[in-house]
Nanobody
């Protein structure tokens, strides 16, 4: 299994930006598709963004399209989530996840496809 550790969360005002990072260890990072998910208090965990192992294919939830960008640096075994124009409704614990093997574009946002998860990092957006 690959171990994942998120960082970069914090408190930011609405309209601000944050960049989350997820560092992987234990396995060959470039073999994994990577995803970001989030969970707000009292709500189910939801898909945010995903990137294929090559970095060529990305997928975003409609709620973050045009504001968030996912990227990866395989040489650093790290995936990033650049979050701009943040809104109070973006407040949540953000988790990164990894999936080895095949993953269709349609499945990139499916939580159950991912079998490695980090501990999460809190993002709070104040109004």
């Amino acid at each position: 299994q690959v171990q994942l550790a998120e960082s970069g969360g914090g408190l930011v005002q609405a309209g601000g930006s944050l960049r989350l990072a997820c560092a992987a260890s234990g396995r060959t990072f470039s073999n994994y598709h990577m995803g970001w998910f989030r969970q707000a208090p009292g709500k189910e965990r939801e898909f945010v963004a995903a990137i294929s192992w090559t970095g060529v294919r990305t997928n975003y939830a409609d709620s973050v399209k045009g504001r968030f960008a996912i990227s990866r640096e395989n040489a650093k075994s790290t995936v990033y989530l650049q979050m701009n124009s943040l809104k109070p409704e973006d407040t949540a614990v953000y988790y990164c996840a990894a999936k080895q093997g095949s993953l269709t574009a349609q499945a990139m946002g499916v939580i159950d496809e991912y079998d490695n998860w980090g501990q999460g990092t809190q993002v709070t957006v104040s109004s």
